[in-house]
């Protein structure tokens, strides 16, 4: 049984790679200190966790986490240094409305997130004891934007901080946070609004310091101007410089869709990817590529990892979530029960020949007239049942989604092996972040124009449709091993899994999609359309419901499938995945 300590270490690891997951960036480093948590370089600072506040302020750990690792993601420290003057009353400002704004993104992209955000700034709120004007205008305006940008409530606390903006900003309340809203993708944009009503209330000192105090002359637009040619030359050291200079030099922003440019710009802060500028349009393109398949590889679990790792990492698995699994296995029981009656064998009566009813006797004495009634036991056709499940293994999923979905996937097999009915549980995810060496031929190959897929794929076989549980049981421990989750490339893992299912002899074939979310793989996004690697999602999906011999489902955690799959579901709070899976089963053994 865990110790204090070790669940507290066990906690931590967790912890850690789920803010290098939402950051993205491995190079993150997690330290821990008893209070004012922080970003300071590649750094980040939380507060140390201890058993009390873990079983209190879980919601809450998690929330200070998730903020910090959104600035990572989100934030351009280079955008953010141009609007800084140096008055610190409307720089705290600026830093409030800034940090707002990456939240309420993150919060958009990830329900997760908005909810453990939202439940950390009411419980602060309600411990605030503001000690002077100045702090109490910069939370107020934090808080009010966080509610106004979110459109959540945060309770009958935050009416006092509305109330002071709605004095300060007057008539121009309502235009300012529709302005900010609007601009929430736009770091730029959205600080220059900022800027502008700051300067409306006299809270702006204009001698920024990135300038000097006299408005620009023309030597300073002369220096400028050799400051962005030094940038041309260097923009494949500076990831993000480069994505802008490249964007603005060859309309890339024509063919780039937003979500592509806002992947680029979250990874600024850790890629050395060499972006290419030459990007056509996703329609012009004919068919999905694959730049060089040499690399990828279909592996069984056990390959991956020794036995004895393997072993440990199950029994990691189990002791997380041994409360949760009491409430798995009696929907699984249910499960069983339901399949177990549908294959039960039944009676026809009336028959000339089989066995005699002797229900029938009594009237047959009475009356010899009436003729000898025969019954046949017949059976119920059941047919042939094959199920298989296909985890998305990348980094987001880190954490209680891929712990939950282990013990899901596994307690799932054991039921339906009981009932007779084979099951194969699969992973997808990639062997390297942002490329690996298909990437490395790319680039020693000139690094032509819209390669195609430019990763090397992982597929793991977690359990194969004809190995019996136990001898798969431990395999699912590989979930938990650090570094095993990376990126993922929906559409050809499910053209895999398909693939593996029509082989199969059984007469119905079921294939469940478990994600957290679109496929993402920088290294492809970066070269070809943003929309490049959900087309072929679409595609696979489209191919696969059209041919009708393979039922597919899909669960989306915290993110709507429904857009992709025509039979989905999506689950918000990842303890429900147990219940919606198994209950997705029985509904289609129902319908059979």
């Known amino acids: 049984m865990l110790t204090n300590n070790d669940f507290l270490e066990e906690f931590k690891k967790s912890l850690s790679a789920t803010v290098k997951s939402i950051g993205k960036n491995d190079e993150i480093e997690i330290n821990y200190v008893k209070e004012n948590p922080s970003v300071i370089g590649k750094t980040i600072n939380l ?34 240094e141009n609007f800084i003057n140096n008055d610190e ?12 704004r990456i939240e309420v993104k993150g919060g958009q992209e990830f329900q997760g997130i908005k909810k453990n955000l939202t439940v950390k700034h009411i419980q602060d709120l309600k411990n605030k004891s503001l000690s002077n004007q100045s702090e109490k205008l910069t939370d107020a305006f934090r808080y009010t934007a966080y509610q106004e940008l979110m459109g959540e409530d945060l309770g009958n606390q935050n009416n006092k901080n509305k109330k002071l903006i709605k004095e300060k900003l007057g008539e121009n309340y309502n235009n300012f946070f529709q302005k900010l809203k609007k601009n929430i993708d736009d770091q ?20 920024n310091n990135n300038s000097n105090d006299q408005d620009l002359n023309e030597n300073e637009i002369d220096q ?49 990817l060499d972006y290419f500028p030459k990007i056509e349009s996703v329609n012009n393109l004919e068919t ?23 072993e440990k990492l199950r029994r990691n698995l189990d002791q997380q979530v041994f409360t949760f699994q009491t409430l798995i296995i009696k929907i699984a029981n249910r499960l069983q029960r339901k399949l177990l009656a549908q294959q039960n064998r039944h009676w026809d009566f009336n028959m000339e020949e089989g066995y005699l009813d002797t229900s029938r006797l009594a009237k047959i004495i009475a009356n010899p007239n009436n003729k000898l009634s025969y019954k046949v036991e017949k059976e119920i056709e059941f047919k042939d049942t094959i199920v298989s499940l296909l985890i998305d293994n990348s980094g987001s999923m880190r954490g209680r989604p891929i712990t939950v979905a282990a013990l899901c996937s596994d307690i799932l097999a054991k039921t339906l092996e009981r009932c007779l009915i084979k099951s194969e549980i699969l992973g997808f995810t990639t062997k390297a972040w942002k490329g690996g060496k298909s990437r490395e031929t790319w680039i020693k190959n000139g690094k032509p124009s819209n390669p195609g897929r430019l990763n090397d794929l992982r597929h793991i076989i977690y359990k194969s449709a004809d190995s019996p549980w136990r001898r798969s049981k431990k395999n699912l421990g590989l979930l938990l091993k650090e570094g095993i989750l990376k990126e993922n490339v929906d559409g050809e893992a499910l053209s895999w899994a398909y693939r593996r299912l029509q ?36 595609d696979v999906i489209n191919e696969v419901e ?40 029985s509904s289609i053994f129902s319908n059979k």
């Open 47 to 80: 507060t140390e966790p201890n058993i009390e506040n873990i079983k209190n302020n879980l919601n809450y750990l998690r929330a200070e986490a998730d903020s910090l690792a959104l600035e990572f993601r989100l934030h351009s420290k280079e955008i953010h």
């Open 503 to 538: 082989y199969k002899q059984e007469k119905r074939k079921i294939l469940i999609v478990i994600s957290d979310g679109a496929p993402v793989d920088d290294s492809t996004l970066s070269v070809n359309p943003g929309n490049y690697l959900e087309k072929n999602l679409r």
């Open 224 to 272: 400028n101007q050799e400051n962005q040619e030094n940038e041309n030359k260097n923009n494949e050291e500076n990831s993000e410089t480069n994505i802008e200079m490249q964007s603005s030099e060859t309309n890339i922003e024509q063919t780039l869709s937003t979500d592509q440019k806002e992947e680029m710009g979250d990874d600024s802060s850790e890629s050395d």
């Open 89 to 100: 009353h409307s720089n705290e400002i600026i830093n409030a409305l800034e940090q707002s």
């Open 288 to 310: 999905y590529k694959i730049y060089d398949n040499s690399f990828d590889e279909i592996i069984n679990a056990e390959d991956l990892c020794d036995i004895k790792e393997l």
């Open 546 to 585: 059209k041919n009708k011999e393979v039922e597919l489902i899909a669960i989306g955690i915290g993110h709507d499938v429904s857009r992709y799959y025509s039979k989905a579901v999506t689950i918000m709070d990842v303890d429900q995945l147990g219940e919606v899976l198994l209950n997705q089963l």
């Open 188 to 207: 730029e944009k959205f600080s220059s609004t900022i800027i502008e009503a700051l300067e409306e209330l006299g809270l702006l000192n204009k001698k």
